[in-house]
């Protein structure tokens, strides 16, 4: 994990500079530079719409008394969009920009979903992922603790 992170500190920015070089020996310094805050104002203005979107989409499933994984979900992806465009690059734009199709986050959804399956941190149903439990059925029920010395009381008299 560590060398993941350290490539991608590394690996990214020297990507993004070669595509700097590259494009702007093709269309100049002065387009590719407005390009660059085009493209961060474009995504700063899709990203505001689809944030929008899914907070609406997550006030309308909690009032329905559920639980909103799939817009928490697409509220992370349109995060990280948020940071990759906002982050002057042409690689990164890329990223944001796909990051904001509703298909790349369903399957970028669908394959975190499963990687944390898979490690046992979670299980899937049919609403979404849930923290793992016994996954037994709960019966609600009353007790008492017999090693405090009381006798337990006779349930069919209280009924």
């Not at 702007?24 to 899709?46: F, M, N, P, Y």
């Not at 923290?131 to 008492?144: A, H, K, L, Q, S």
């Amino acid at each position: 994990m560590g060398l993941a992170i350290f490539l991608a500190l590394v690996g990214v920015p020297i990507i993004e500079i070669a595509v700097f070089i590259e494009i702007g020996g093709r269309i100049g310094l002065g387009s590719t530079l407005v390009l660059i805050v085009a493209t961060a104002l474009v995504g700063a203005a899709l990203l505001r719409q689809q944030g929008l979107a899914t907070l609406s989409r997550a006030r309308a499933t909690l009032d329905r008394g559920e639980l909103p994984m799939q817009e928490l979900l697409d509220g992370v992806c349109l995060l990280i969009a948020g940071a990759f465009l906002l982050t002057p690059g042409f690689v990164t734009d890329l990223a944001g920009a796909l990051l904001l199709i509703p298909a790349v986050r369903r399957m970028l959804q669908a394959w975190a979903v499963k990687r944390l399956v898979v490690r046992g941190h979670f299980h899937a149903s049919a609403t979404g992922a849930a923290p793992r439990g016994n996954g037994g059925e709960v019966i609600d029920g009353e007790y008492t603790r017999l090693d405090d010395g009381a006798a337990p009381e006779d349930t069919e008299t209280r009924r």
